[in-house]
């Protein structure tokens, strides 16, 4: 039995995925009927012609020719079916014409646009009255018996067909709806997507920020230094005593060995501890630490003068004033400041910078250093990402960044980002 049912599932199944098979399949399974009707039913009951039986296959082509035609042309299906009724009553009736009569009404309510459909109600209402008015003369329990009889062979396909037709129009809802939901997955999908792509790029570009700010700057101080060991006289200075020319000499380099390891370890602290942050996984990307303090402010110039050949000029705003300021405005200024000084030491060695920090309504930076002389060739190679960088740290705070040659021909960066004092919690 289990078999069995197995099998008729997989029948009905093959059945039901080819429209095509289905549909021929339902007309020669129609004509089957009726065949079988006109043969082993009753002819002539209507009046009774003497005629073959054979004759009665002329009304069953006609109602298989509608059958065919039930969903290409549901309104022609009904009007054959109503076509083959009469052919079949005028030959004296037989059993098929109740079959004849419901496909047509079915087709129609089933397949047929809304005109078609009202006109199977216009058919069902005279089919009704013609069979309860028929057997008036025998009476109330005729009447009522043919009323009944009526309604059950001319509404019962209509509302078969009508509920049908709701269910197909529900499919094909759901397989509207199931299709909306997948373009909406794949437009979820993309847009995950280019987030993810957006989300990397923007990752990226600050983890070259941040290792310019972290490492570039003590490579720059570690390329610097070096240059200046090897630029060094290795023959005195001429005065004529050659061991306290040479106590210089070695006195010069071993200040320029501890800046070259100072450096070095510098770097690689700030290396190891963003490795450490991009192996966590979890962990948002940020920026080694910087001093942000005015007095560390104040040593990174005195540390890039002393460690370089260059000359620097600053002014500071005083202690309150710059204490005002939000930790991570107090962080960009320093960073852009100890980006201000390695450029002029990498870009004119030996040349003077004017530094000044003003703070009022905005905070400003305004830098102003000297060009390299003609022909003089930087320090240390550069890749111009720098100012980008420093532009970006100041639109970070709604602030602004300017970098031009001024009239006197020096190189000029001015910088403004609006006051954000910090709030009195974080000042407890």
Known sequence: MGTLTRTASRAVTWVGERPRVMHWGGTVLFAAACAVLVVAGNVGFVV????????????????????????????VALV???????????????NAVILYVMDGLYSASCYGRRGVRRATYGVAIAGVAVVTAGPMALGVNAVVLGALQGIAIFGTPIWWGANVRQRNEIAELGD????????????????????????????????ASELHDVVASRLSAIALNSAAGLTMPMNGDGDGDTDAAWQRIAERQRVVLETVRESSIGALDDMRSLITVLRAGDEPLAAAPA?????GLERLVRDAESA???????SLPSAGAYDVLGE??????????????????????????????AVDDVVRVDARNTMPQAGQDAAVPSAGI??????ERAEAFGGALDSFVDESGCWRVDVSIPVQPVSAGATA
């Open 48 to 75: 009774d012609r003497e005629l073959s039986r054979v004759a009665f296959a002329v009304p069953i082509v006609v109602a298989v020719l509608g059958n065919a035609l039930r969903r290409r042309a549901p309104g």
């Open 80 to 94: 054959l079916s109503l076509a083959a009724v009469g052919i079949d009553l005028a030959l004296g009736g037989s």
């Open 176 to 207: 509207e709806r199931l299709a909306l939901e997948r373009e909406r997955s794949d437009d979820l999908r993309r847009i995950a997507e280019l987030q993810r792509d957006e989300a990397v790029r923007d990752e990226r570009s600050r983890m």
């Open 291 to 295: 001093d942000a303090s005015l007095a």
């Open 308 to 314: 370089s050949g260059i000359s620097v000029s600053v």
């Open 328 to 357: 991570p405005v107090r962080q960009a200024i320093t960073r852009i400041c100890g980006e201000i000084i390695t450029n002029a030491v990498k870009h004119a060695p030996g040349g003077t910078l004017d530094l000044v920090v």
């Open 386 to 391: 720098g100012i980008r960088v420093m532009r």
